[in-house]
């Protein structure tokens, strides 16, 4: 199992590096040709096959044209299914889940539940930390947590 699990975290890897750097190519050329994603926040929450996929990628990187994306931790795996929590931070600088643009740094968690078919990434289910997003951007206005109450990892 760790030969299978290293060889699936090398894969995510790739993936989040493509997405990080807007490198589309590489990051299409790591997904089946019926690839698809969910993001369960978005106003367009369902991105089904390359093409919508591309234009997901594309409208996260205007909205957030300094992306950048972190794997904290593999979670689970599953078969075919794999579960991470990942950190994404950049700048809103473009319309973000419907948000316009406000120049604010944002850092927030995510859980992606991933599918996976031959080696390759045929399908991601995101899930963000909604409302800390909402906060940093000003569009809601909750106190913020202190960190220091959080479990360490």
Same mark, same amino acid.
């Given at each position: 199992?760790?030969?299978?699990?290293?060889?699936?975290?090398?894969?995510?890897?790739?993936?989040?590096?493509?997405?990080?750097?807007?490198?589309?190519?590489?990051? *299409?050329?790591?997904?089946?040709?019926?690839?698809?994603?969910?993001?369960?926040?978005?106003?367009?929450p369902? =991105?089904?096959g390359?093409?919508?996929v591309?234009?997901? =990628?594309?409208?996260?990187?205007?909205? *957030?044209?300094? *992306?950048?994306?972190r794997?904290?931790?593999?979670?689970?795996?599953?078969?075919?299914?794999?579960?991470?929590?990942?950190?994404?931070?950049?700048?809103?600088?473009?319309?973000l889940?419907?948000i316009?643009?406000?120049?604010?740094?944002v850092?927030?968690?995510?859980?992606?539940?991933?599918?996976l078919?031959?080696?390759?990434?045929?399908?991601?289910?995101? =899930?963000?930390?909604?409302?800390?997003?909402?906060?940093?951007?000003?569009?809601?206005?909750?106190?913020?947590?202190?960190?220091?109450?959080?479990?360490k990892?």
């Amino acid at each position: 199992m760790d030969a299978a699990r290293n060889a699936i975290l090398r894969e995510l890897e790739e993936h989040l590096r493509a997405e990080s750097s807007q490198d589309l190519p590489a990051l *299409l050329e790591g997904m089946t040709d019926d690839c698809f994603n969910v993001v369960k926040c978005d106003p367009e929450p369902v =991105y089904d096959g390359p093409e919508a996929v591309a234009r997901r =990628y594309r409208a996260l990187w205007a909205a *957030l044209p300094d *992306l950048d994306v972190r794997l904290r931790r593999l979670v689970a795996v599953d078969g075919d299914h794999v579960v991470t929590e990942h950190t994404l931070s950049g700048t809103h600088l473009g319309t973000l889940f419907g948000i316009a643009p406000t120049g604010l740094p944002v850092e927030v968690d995510t859980a992606v539940v991933w599918e996976l078919r031959d080696g390759r990434i045929r399908g991601e289910t995101v =899930y963000f930390d909604l409302a800390t997003l909402l906060r940093q951007v000003g569009f809601l206005d909750l106190p913020a947590q202190d960190a220091s109450s959080f479990p360490k990892e």
